[in-house]
């Protein structure tokens, strides 16, 4: 089976095409850029392609449909394509940002489906409308391929009430279905999974915290492998400090500050979402990497933006052991928590007191999966790089096998 992930931005879509039944091997990927442009940038290649080569052209992809039409294009081109004449796609997994309540688990799209995802519009305005987009784009170029909706929020709808109910008027949950969600659901079930097989272990009996760090970054408690906490919210605005989010404050600095400087609440979003976290702090950028090179020639607030960044995960991991009733393993993921010797070093240091001792060489090791703690260490912490595209049409195959056996 052949399965397409596609992943659409508000002017951005990325895809990966996997051969399912070869050891889920890549066959093409690729992203277009500036969508809506006069040009937009088309970056691609493929296992016909040498090693290193990757095709940069401008194309024409005025929407997300036109962009698909180049990307099926560029499938089937005598040299670079995987298809010869006819694309061969047994199915399209798309990633969704928000599925609201209704959606626990993956979902073969149908008219109700896209009815469900065009309700959350209103709670995910930057995410849910590019990819309805998306899905639409591939409904018209593929007409009778089957289409799957992965959802962000799926893996964390098993949190308990006491976990995803905020402290406010419980009516405004019944009215507008305000409560945590959380994110990165795919990331977080696929590194609880891959790290328990690395480590040999049965998910069902672990208690584990997984770390997506990233430009945006994200904590989750996976105890016996379901979700029962996560930082991120309604949006993905609340808990770890992030690239540009502020991530857990006190809700008064937002009437505050409206009141302060005159903001109102597109202003306000604005300045949560874009302007703070590492950005914001240091005043220097929000890339980590940029971050750290400022403070290590004596830069102070970058200094602070890195240790803040540092406690906040810190404090979560404190928590969420508190939540689960122990903790034995501690998960690294996303570009920070993959590439990051220091941040791992120090959100893990304060945790000694549990019985996490890190070995600064394996920490330092070249291995992108790998055991950092001691063999000595109570807790087991890891690395596993993530790789939610994968996870994505893993699901995409299981919902469209499952769809095919209901109808043999
Ligand atoms: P992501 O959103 O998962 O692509 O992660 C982006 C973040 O990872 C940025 O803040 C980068 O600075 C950070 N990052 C990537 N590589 C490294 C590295 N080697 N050391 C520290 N941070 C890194």
Sequence with gaps: MKVMVINCGSSSLKFKLFDMEKSNTV???GVIEEIGKEKSKFKYKSKNMKKDEEIVKDVEAKD???AVEQVTKMLIDPKAGIFKDKIEVDAVGHR?????EKFSKSALITKGVKEVIKDCFEIAPLHNPPNYSGIEACEAILPNVPQVAVFDTAFHQTMSKQAYIYGLPYELYERYHIRKYGFHGTSHEYVS???AEFLKKDIKKMKIVTCHLGNGASAAAVKNGISIDTSMG???????VMGTRTGDMDPAVVTFLMRKEHMNADEMDNLLNKKSGLKGISGISNDLREVMQAASTGNNRAQFAIDIFCYRITKYIGS????????????????????????RAKVLEPLAFLGIKVDPARNKSKEKEKVISTAGSKIKCIVVPTNEELMIAMKTKYVVSESNNMYR
Aim: aromatic share 4%; proline share 2%; hydrophobic share 40%.
């Design 27 to 29: 066959l093409a990927e």
């Design 64 to 66: 997300h449909t036109r």
């Design 96 to 100: 969704v940002v928000h599925g609201g």
């Design 193 to 195: 999974q891959r790290g």
């Design 234 to 240: 309604l949006t993905p605005l609340e808990g770890l």
């Design 320 to 343: 969420y052991a508190a939540a689960m009733g122990g903790l034995d393993t501690v998960i690294f993921t996303g570009g920070i928590g993959e590439n990051s010797v220091e941040v």
